[in-house]
């Protein structure tokens, strides 16, 4: 937090976001599913880039792909380092984007369609190139991930895990859908 002119503000990016309000169709909730046309999408958390980031899972001419935004692109890579660097230092989205990856291997997909560069053919193992490359990255210098400085840091990547919390955050009545976090 920041105090400044007397107010308290995060030290979060907002320059991309939105001055106004925009109308929405539909809320997506975690693990939920929407149809759209002929598609049935199921909605998996994939933070890492972001806090809110989901990949949309689909069947699509008898193949499961995912739509997975900036959680990895082809090759096994990540579209930006310096997303992973949630406050000034600590890299919390490189633990984020380990669970998420590990998630989507769950999902057995067939191809991925990042936001950004060619689709993903070989998923599986794109996958297993960015825990690899995630694990060397978190083993630079002491990261600040889940908050449990006794364990190193590669330990951390794989045994965290997301667990729903009930409501009983602020504002609890205006969360559409369980908040997920770290223990």
Not at 74 to 79: D, E, H, I, P, S
Request: proline content about 4%.
């Amino acid at each position: 937090m920041l105090a400044g002119s007397g107010h308290l503000r995060q030290l979060n990016n907002t320059f991309f976001s939105l001055g106004e309000n925009l109308p929405v169709d539909a809320v997506l909730e975690d693990y939920g599913t929407f149809v759209w046309k002929e598609y049935k999408f199921r909605v998996l958390p994939a933070k890492g880039h972001t806090y809110g980031m989901i990949c949309l899972i689909a069947e699509v001419d008898g193949r499961n792909v995912a739509f997975t935004g900036d959680l990895m692109t082809t090759g096994g890579k990540l579209y930006q380092l310096h997303a992973m660097e949630y406050s000034y230092g600590d890299l919390v989205g490189i633990e984020f984007t380990m669970q998420s990856i590990l998630a989507l291997k769950k999902e057995n997909i067939e191809a991925a369609f990042p936001s950004h560069g060619e689709p993903i053919n070989e998923v599986n193992a794109d996958i297993g190139r960015l825990e690899s490359r995630l694990e060397k990255l978190a083993g630079i210098g002491r990261l600040s991930t889940s908050g449990r400085n006794a364990f190193p840091e590669v330990e951390t990547l794989r045994e965290s895990s997301c667990r729903e919390l009930p409501n009983i955050c602020y504002g609890q009545d205006r969360i559409p859908a369980p908040i997920s976090i770290l223990f």
